[in-house]
């Protein structure tokens, strides 16, 4: 399987190209503003609970039962929108613990106090949604070209994964974030290719299951596969989106955000979000349309540096290695006004081949069906590569 990463043309570009780069971006930073928002909501008729939690925090008071009177008689609460919308929800039940006489101006603070001490725990507990790089499983689809590579300007590189998973450069790998003084957050040699689905619903979860079950009474992860399957509910909503965006056929990877109840902190900075793949992965890039001669000189004087260090390497290397041909391809408009991908040349272990020339027929044949170069020991097999 190949999948496509489509860039604008530019210096920018051409250094992700240099240095390998991967950037995870925030939920913030997408053009689909509902897109990475995982859906918590709390039950309808949710008292009985509420009055466990409240009573947890805020200890037995006159106001508690109507406090959870409220916030449980909300439909289709979910927990982001408490959060935003938190002081609003605040002004309504004050006003419901006037109507009713229980405001006072003897238990006013101490109310105060309560729910702000509800909205601390709400923000300590509040949802992740994590960061992504986003791929795509079709190059020759024109909004892509239009939108993601400056109106066919640009250039789309291919990439191939191994065992489904992009890995990190082993010389720049990043094995821990730091998330706080004396905390920091594991991270994986390599990230999962993670397929999208479409679709305008997204299943909520119970929001409860966001808050400590001491305060809950909830038992949610009664074993290891319970809890092994809800975290697969969570994962499963980040990779939702509507259904106007199937024309993108993405994938994505995925890159977690730390807990705030655990380390009081809730994000990476743009440059812990900076990774570094490994270049033996890319395996072609297809050149837009309108791309402009000089850029496309400077991408390949790139690349075919690259693959010439690449091919040193392996000369002097005992370790196990994969390494994939090089396809260069340039993307034309064609006349039924769709696009189609034309080969240029291969280069295999440095030897350019173009079409017609020995060897390039073989060559073009294993590239298409996923085949690899496995390097151990100084020798070399074409062989399948999962």
């Not at 051409?14 to 928002?37: C, G, H, T």
């Not at 406090?67 to 609003?88: H, M, R, T, V, W």
């Not at 238990?107 to 106090?113: D, P, R």
């Amino acid at each position: 399987m190949h999948v496509y990463r489509f860039r604008a043309p530019g210096l920018l570009s051409q250094k992700s190209i240099i240095y390998d780069e991967m950037y995870f971006a925030s939920p913030e930073e997408l053009n689909d503003p509902i897109d990475m928002q995982p859906l918590f909501e709390f039950p309808l008729d949710s008292t009985g609970t509420w009055i466990r939690l409240l009573n947890n925090i805020w200890g037995n008071n006159e106001y508690l039962q109507l406090s959870a009177q409220y916030f449980g008689s909300i439909e289709k609460l979910s927990y982001l929108d408490l959060i935003k919308n938190y002081d609003y929800h605040c002004k309504e039940l004050l006003k419901k613990l006037a109507d009713t006489k229980i405001l006072n101006s003897n238990n006013y603070g101490n109310i105060l106090i309560s729910l702000r001490t509800l909205k601390n725990l709400l923000l300590s507990c509040e949802p992740s949604r994590g960061y992504s790089v986003s791929l795509s499983k079709v190059n020759n689809e024109m909004l892509m070209w239009a939108h993601y590579a400056d109106s066919h300007k640009g250039f789309c590189l291919v990439l191939r994964p191994i065992n489904g998973k992009i890995t990190q450069c082993p010389k720049r790998r990043k094995t821990s974030l730091i998330v706080s003084d004396g905390h920091s957050s594991a991270i994986g040699y390599d990230f999962q290719v993670e397929d999208i689905t479409y679709d305008n619903r997204v299943n909520p979860i119970d929001a409860f299951t966001m808050l400590p079950m001491s305060l809950t009474g909830y038992r949610e992860f009664d074993s290891e596969e319970t809890r092994i399957k809800y975290h697969e509910l969570i994962r499963k909503q980040l990779l939702v989106k509507n259904e106007c965006w199937d024309y993108e056929k993405e994938c994505r990877l995925l890159l977690k955000q730390p807990q705030k109840f655990i380390s009081g902190e809730f994000s990476y900075t743009s440059f812990q979000r900076l990774f570094h793949y490994d270049f033996t992965q890319v395996v072609g890039i297809i050149f837009g349309s309108r791309m402009s001669p000089s850029e496309k000189e400077n991408i390949r004087s790139i690349i075919n540096q690259k693959i010439v260090s690449q091919v040193e390497a392996s000369h002097n290397s005992s370790d196990k290695k994969y390494i994939f041909d090089f396809l260069y391809q340039q993307a034309e408009m064609n006349s039924s006004r769709s696009i189609t991908i034309n080969d240029l040349e291969i280069i295999s272990m440095g030897t350019e081949l173009k079409p017609g020339s020995s060897h390039y027929k073989d060559r073009i044949e294993k590239w298409k069906s996923f085949k690899g170069i496995t390097v151990k020991d100084k020798s070399y097999t074409y062989e399948e590569i999962p």
